[in-house]
């Protein structure tokens, strides 16, 4: 039986999890899992030194690796797991920055079409994971995996992060929408858990998903 081909994407505010519950499906469905691009952004050393002066270029950069990455998804046969999407660039992270007027006016319409024009270009995934989870335990978290350039993230900033995530996962249409509340969840050692993830993906993806053949 070939493989069906199919996307489900995770989407959540730093440390909300994304990276764990890709692994997850890996390991648990021999889906093949997809990260954002290892290749570090030029920008952005200049960014963080000069926000306002690079914040376009370096959002421009991210918006076109993760263009490619969507693009190598669309040509892969059987199921994978995206660990950030690129609505999430857009929609979040340079919407923060344009609201922080770190973004012009001008550079805003222009990202903005170059943005439409790529989610003309793209296949939407046929499950999105959302997964939601409280100031608290994301600042301990994202403490505790101890990424550097994270440690030092305002709380401010985080608050209009999930504020952006919220607003934008409310509109989001283009496909299935299935919303993890992460708080408390511990699929990796709960057996409890890890079933009721796992039956709750399977509610909203096709009844073939999960069995030999099928990925």
């Known amino acids: 039986m070939p493989a069906v081909k199919r996307t489900i994407a995770i989407a959540g505010n730093m440390g909300s999890g994304k990276s764990t519950l890709v692994e997850f499906l890996a390991r648990t469905y021999g889906v093949m899992p997809f990260y954002e691009p290892n290749d570090e952004n030029p920008y952005l050393e200049d960014f963080y030194k000069d926000m306002k002066r690079w914040a376009f270029q370096s959002q421009l950069y991210f918006l076109s690796s993760k263009f490619r990455l969507h693009q190598e998804l669309d040509r892969q046969a059987g199921t994978v797991a995206l660990d950030r999407t690129i609505f999430e660039d857009a929609e979040i992270f340079a919407t923060a920055l344009m609201q922080m007027r770190k973004i012009s006016k001008r550079d805003w319409e222009t ?24 100031m ?56 409890v858990h890890r079933l009721d993830v796992m039956e709750r993906i399977e509610a909203v993806l096709p009844q073939d998903f999960g069995k030999p053949g099928c990925q």
Do not use: N
């Open 136 to 191: 608290r335990p994301l600042r301990q978290r994202i403490r505790l995996r101890g990424r550097k350039m994270e440690q030092d993230v305002p709380l401010a900033y985080l608050k209009r992060l999930d504020r952006l995530y919220e607003d934008w996962i409310d509109r989001y249409d283009m496909s299935e929408v299935l919303v993890i509340e992460t708080d408390k969840l511990d699929y990796i050692h709960d057996f």
């Open 111 to 134: 990202y903005q079409s170059f943005y439409h024009a790529i989610l003309d270009a793209i296949k939407p995934p046929d499950l999105m994971i959302y997964l939601r989870c409280s």
